[in-house]
């Protein structure tokens, strides 16, 4: 079998020059005080490719049969991380010469393990336990991150159950009630605003034709949800609540994370349409962006490239996402075609949190600049999901 | 599967992206420029180093106005958050009033300035605290600054002014020279009058910042400045004088006193009481002690040798000696219904001090007979007066290089028919006018001219009290040069007679100040007296005079006021005695 038919051109080359794209600024970033952070990524890099050709002979089938596996394992390795590790913020283990953060490993095998869930239930698609047990598989993952505690990652969670249950076709009015105790969180600490959201809920519901028993159930989901929420809220970490307070009034608090944000603002704003050039940024020479290097990454894109290197990137991620898509209907597999379409959405909208949250679009929450930023774990998942992508487009014919 | 909510999902994420798209294009088209500033502010730091404003200096070689080193707050409003709440919290740290904040604030944004200095006097409490607290505080900026420093404090607040924070307006005109929002400026006295030398040039510097603020290095750009420091000004003041009159109106609450030098106009002593201390407009003052100030029935902010406006009393019969003379209305054998102590003048009884008798036109100006001047003046008529008081430099600024100087009051028919209506006035307001009182107001600084004119045999010259300006350098750049500015019409015979009678005033046994006579191998003094009644309690005491030495060459001209201070002949003549026995003293190595 020839190697070369097995790699989609129009999958690979993009991934490469964003590879590249990614190294050329991580460097700018870091060469002044901290090159060893690029010759760490640089190893990440190769690493990442010998990873992805390796992928490329691992049938899906073999995602397939291991996803259950898989997430077990990821689960473990969140718990086990919880009882090992005694810091206050948990989120990687230190293997001496790298740092392996398991949520990274997670997201990938969550995305593998719900499709596979979901096409077991093919009859029962819309059943309340289908709906009940997705929730219990994402929320466990959930909470054992959002505890680390690291808040942008298990946004994203919610973000992957979301996608797969829409993708698989789930039905609106479902979803809308799987979304709105998640709303009722948000509306909970403005007391009277809840209760005109629960009246609003209650009225969509009875239109919808909803059992009442149903109705009861949801009612009771969104009270508890929203009862629970402030709870939560207090048990966050001042950093995190920090976090959220700050996108409210990011002028503020000009130290913390606002200051941040108004220094990436001011490195994006500065580039311009042609940017400054490369290693001509000022924001990051001067350790203006202190995590320039990871979660702000984007300001030295848009500082040293300007408009034009944030098109270069929505361009490579358009050239993917319209093979994907090309390619997708074509899949004979129901389970490799959700897989393909949930990680090449995932990681659009992962580009698509952080560029916003660099420039103030939404909030900050940590979402790495999939590679860009800095960040073995992240770089390599990023490539295992580009590898099954382009493993799955290859074995489109196959039907299993 | 529902194979639409694939391509459905597209329109989700080109809708996304959409929106970040006009997001990224606001920040980098449209906010491009406001952000590229933000970020050159960033790395680059501009600073405006002050340039050292010159010293003053009085002819005795004493500092009077100088600099010295203070840590001053500045405030970076590019990374300042201006709330009321950020601004209530500063003013509370460094002790400022949230308004005058407010109002520092409101002046660098209407000048497009990007720094303001919160206090000039940080002390090291505030020094420590803030360098400590240097992560919560990016926004400010210490820096060990020189500022003006009156060492004498009020001694010569009246000569030398003061300078404050420039204002707004005042920058607004001042921006071309190089003005900054922090600067200082030059509010009255020599300081206002002197500023364009004293102020020299701001520089500018840029420098490398990191991200704390601090600064990494400096930078050569092309907008970079050398600063060029202020010239020194060279005062006619004699420190020993001025100190000297200090301690003598220690038992006086209020009045002035001005010793020239009648060769040259030079100002050697201007003394005014109550004073200030200026140095407080540079460390700041505190409310209550600028409305104490402010409203202080003394009113010590007033110079009362150039702006005090009193009635000159008897002094004021100088003028109408003069002029009488000049206009051949009087002679030495000109009679008046003799001085029995009233007289009657349009159905009103004036008063003299003294019962007189009959005098002459010169014993009455020794004695000061306001009996005969009344009748006197009638005579001449109140024009006639008029036209002798400005010929004398009354009514008009005597142009002294002090920055603030009133013209007085001195009336003539036009003003009276218009202050009492036509034919309303009548001889009575003639009479007062002739003794210098009614509606007549002088300055101090004005009477001393007079003085120097009659010293000068009519020549006028102006008073100063800035003798030459020197650059850091030693280079002189202004010097004073003594101009005749006009000679006054009288003729020279009648200043002859009236130099005489004034020196009768005080050498022969019947004049009113005798109390200034000083031992004749000294010279001699030479003056009238004034007492001026007022509506503000006892009548104000004068003694202008001229201090001749043994040689026969005037020397001084001497004006005392003392306010409220009673008889012309009592403390002002004592006063004149003691400042020229002083100044004799100093001359001769004391």
């Given at each position: 079998m020839d190697f070369k038919k097995k790699l989609d051109p129009f999958i690979v080359l993009p991934l490469l020059a964003l590879s590249i794209f990614g190294l050329l600024v991580l460097f700018s970033v870091v060469h002044n005080d901290s090159i060893s952070i690029f010759y760490k990524q640089l190893i990440w890099f190769f690493i990442s490719l010998i990873l992805f050709v390796g992928i490329q002979f691992i049938p899906i089938k073999i995602f397939y049969i291991s996803a259950y596996l898989l997430y077990f394992f990821s689960i473990s390795l969140l718990v086990f991380l919880k009882v090992v590790n005694k810091a206050p913020v948990e989120r990687w283990f230190d293997f001496g010469i790298a740092y392996i953060q398991p949520s990274?490993?997670?997201?990938?095998?969550?995305?593998?393990?719900?499709?596979?869930f979901l096409l077991s239930r093919k009859e029962k698609k819309d059943s309340f336990l289908t709906l009940f047990v997705s929730y219990i598989i994402v929320l466990i993952p959930f909470f054992l991150i959002f505890f680390q505690p690291d808040l942008g990652t298990s946004i994203l969670f919610i973000i992957i159950l979301f996608l797969i249950?829409?993708?698989?076709?789930?039905?609106?009015?479902?979803?809308?009630?799987?979304?709105?105790?998640?709303?009722?969180?948000?509306?909970?600490?403005?007391?009277?605003?809840?209760?005109?959201?629960?009246?609003?809920?209650?009225?969509?519901?009875?239109?919808?034709?909803?059992?009442?028993?149903?109705?009861?159930?949801?009612?009771?989901?969104?009270?508890?949800?929203?009862?629970?929420?402030p709870v939560v809220w207090n048990s966050l970490r001042d950093y995190q609540k920090n976090r959220i307070i700050s996108y409210l009034s990011p002028q503020k608090d000009i130290h913390g994370y606002g200051w941040n944000l108004l220094q990436s603002k001011i490195g994006i704003g500065s580039g311009g349409i042609f940017g400054k050039g490369f290693l001509n940024g000022t924001q990051k020479g001067l350790n203006f962006v202190p995590q320039q290097h990871t979660d702000f990454i984007f300001s030295a894109v848009g500082e040293e490239f300007g408009f034009l290197g944030y098109l270069f990137i929505l361009t490579m991620l358009s050239i993917i996402l319209l093979r994907v898509l090309?390619?997708?209907?074509?899949?004979?597999?129901?389970?490799?075609?959700?897989?393909?379409?949930?990680?090449?959405?995932?990681?659009?909208?992962?580009?698509?949190?952080?560029?916003?949250?660099?420039?103030?679009?939404?909030?900050?929450?940590?979402?790495?600049?999939?590679?860009?930023?800095?960040?073995?774990?992240?770089?390599?998942?990023?490539?295992?999901?580009?590898?099954?992508?382009?493993?799955?487009?290859?074995?489109?014919?196959?039907?299993? | 599967m529902s194979q639409d909510r694939y391509t459905n999902f597209i329109f989700l994420i080109v809708l996304l992206f959409?929106?970040?798209?006009?997001?990224?294009?606001?920040?980098?088209?449209?906010?491009?420029?406001?952000?590229?500033?933000?970020?050159?502010?960033?790395?680059?730091?501009?600073?405006?180093?002050?340039?050292?404003?010159?010293?003053?200096?009085?002819?005795?070689?004493?500092?009077?106005?100088?600099?010295?080193?203070?840590?001053?707050?500045?405030?970076?409003?590019?990374?300042?958050?201006?709330?009321a709440d950020n601004i209530l919290n500063i003013s509370k740290i460094i002790e400022v009033d949230p308004d005058s904040i407010n109002q520092m604030i409101g002046d660098a944004k209407r000048n497009n300035e990007k720094e303001i200095c919160l206090k000039n006097n940080l002390n090291i409490d505030d020094v420590t605290f803030i360098e400590e607290n240097r992560n919560h505080f990016p926004e400010f900026d210490i820096r060990y600054q020189p500022k003006r420093y009156y060492p004498y404090e009020y001694l010569y607040?009246?000569?030398?002014?003061?300078?404050?924070?420039?204002?707004?307006?005042?920058?607004?005109?001042?921006?071309?020279?190089?003005?900054?929002?922090?600067?200082?400026?030059?509010?009255?006295?020599?300081?206002?009058?002197?500023?364009?030398?004293?102020?020299?040039?701001?520089?500018?510097?840029?420098?490398?910042?990191?991200?704390?603020?601090?600064?990494?290095?400096?930078?050569?750009?092309?907008?970079?400045?050398?600063?060029?420091?202020?010239?020194?000004?060279?005062?006619?003041?004699?420190?020993?004088?001025?100190?000297?009159?200090?301690?003598?109106?220690?038992?006086?609450?209020?009045?002035?006193?001005?010793?020239?030098?009648?060769?040259?106009?030079?100002?050697?002593?201007?003394?005014?009481?109550p004073s200030f201390d200026p140095n407080i407009f540079i460390t700041g003052i505190r409310n209550d002690v600028w409305e104490y100030l402010r409203t202080n029935i003394f009113s010590p902010f007033l110079n009362r040798a150039t702006n005090g406006l009193?009635?000159?009393?008897?002094?004021?019969?100088?003028?109408?000696?003069?002029?009488?003379?000049?206009?051949?209305?009087?002679?030495?054998?000109?009679?008046?219904?003799?001085?029995?102590?009233?007289?009657m003048i349009s159905n009103r009884i004036f008063k003299c001090w003294k019962v007189h008798n009959e005098l002459n036109l010169f014993d009455a100006l020794i004695n000061s007979c306001d009996i005969y001047f009344y009748q006197l003046g009638m005579k001449v008529g109140v024009?006639?007066?008029?036209?002798?008081?400005?010929?004398?430099?009354?009514?008009?600024?005597?142009?002294?290089?002090?920055?603030?100087?009133?013209?007085?009051?001195?009336?003539?028919?036009?003003?009276?028919?218009?202050?009492?209506?036509?034919?309303?006035?009548?001889?009575?307001?003639?009479?007062?006018?002739?003794?210098?009182?009614?509606?007549?107001?002088?300055?101090?600084?004005?009477?001393?001219?007079?003085?120097?004119?009659?010293?000068?045999?009519?020549?006028?010259?102006?008073?100063?009290?800035?003798?030459?300006?020197?650059?850091?350098?030693?280079?002189?750049?202004?010097?004073?040069?003594?101009?005749?500015?006009?000679?006054?019409?009288?003729?020279?015979?009648?200043?002859k007679l009236l130099k005489n009678s004034l020196y009768n005033v005080v050498n022969s046994d019947n004049g009113t100040a005798l109390l200034a006579r000083i031992d004749k191998n000294l010279g001699y003094i030479s003056g009238k007296t004034g007492t001026a009644e007022n509506s503000s309690g006892e009548p104000h005491a004068w003694f202008g005079s001229i201090y001749t030495d043994k040689d026969g060459n005037d020397r001084l001209v001497i004006v005392v006021v003392i306010e409220n201070g009673g008889h012309g002949g009592d403390d002002p003549a004592k006063i004149t005695k003691m400042i020229v026995e002083k100044y004799l003293r100093i001359k001769n190595g004391f």
């Open positions: 990274e490993f997670a997201k990938v095998s969550l995305i593998l393990t719900l499709p596979r249950l829409y993708l698989y076709g789930i039905k609106f009015i479902n979803l809308f009630i799987l979304f709105t105790p998640i709303l009722s969180i948000i509306f909970s600490f403005f007391p009277i605003f809840w209760i005109f959201y629960l009246f609003f809920i209650a009225f969509v519901l009875y239109f919808s034709k909803v059992d009442f028993i149903k109705l009861l159930k949801v009612f009771f989901a969104n009270i508890i949800f929203g009862g629970l929420a090309y390619n997708v209907n074509r899949i004979k597999s129901k389970y490799t075609k959700l897989v393909v379409y949930s990680f090449t959405i995932f990681i659009i909208v992962e580009y698509f949190l952080n560029i916003s949250m660099s420039c103030g679009l939404i909030p900050i929450v940590g979402v790495p600049l999939p590679l860009f930023s800095y960040g073995g774990s992240s770089y390599l998942t990023t490539f295992i999901m580009f590898a099954i992508i382009n493993r799955g487009i290859d074995e489109r014919d196959r039907y299993w | 959409f929106i970040q798209v006009i997001f990224i294009i606001d920040l980098q088209f449209f906010e491009n420029r406001y952000y590229k500033t933000l970020s050159e502010g960033n790395s680059y730091r501009k600073v405006i180093v002050p340039a050292v404003r010159g010293n003053i200096i009085s002819s005795d070689s004493v500092v009077i106005a100088t600099s010295k080193k203070y840590f001053s707050l500045f405030c970076n409003l590019d990374k300042f958050d201006i709330t607040s009246h000569i030398v002014g003061y300078v404050g924070k420039i204002t707004g307006n005042e920058l607004y005109e001042l921006k071309m020279k190089g003005y900054s929002i922090s600067d200082f400026v030059g509010k009255t006295g020599v300081e206002k009058s002197y500023e364009s030398f004293l102020k020299g040039r701001n520089g500018i510097k840029y420098y490398e910042v990191d991200v704390t603020g601090d600064i990494v290095r400096e930078v050569e750009q092309k907008n970079s400045l050398k600063k060029i420091n202020g010239d020194d000004i060279f005062l006619s003041i004699n420190h020993k004088l001025q100190s000297y009159i200090d301690t003598i109106f220690k038992d006086f609450q209020s009045g002035t006193a001005i010793v020239l030098d009648c060769k040259s106009g030079g100002i050697l002593s201007l003394y005014s009481k009193y009635p000159p009393g008897s002094v004021f019969k100088i003028v109408t000696f003069l002029t009488a003379l000049q206009d051949e209305k009087a002679d030495s054998n000109t009679f008046f219904q003799p001085c029995y102590g009233s007289i024009d006639a007066i008029y036209r002798g008081a400005t010929e004398l430099g009354f009514g008009d600024l005597t142009g002294v290089d002090i920055f603030e100087e009133s013209r007085g009051i001195i009336p003539d028919s036009k003003f009276l028919n218009k202050k009492y209506g036509k034919n309303m006035w009548g001889m009575g307001q003639i009479a007062n006018l002739s003794i210098g009182q009614g509606d007549i107001l002088v300055t101090p600084i004005q009477v001393a001219s007079m003085f120097l004119i009659i010293a000068n045999d009519g020549k006028v010259i102006r008073p100063h009290v800035v003798d030459s300006v020197k650059t850091k350098n030693g280079e002189k750049i202004f010097e004073y040069t003594k101009k005749i500015q006009r000679e006054v019409k009288f003729e020279k015979k009648y200043l």
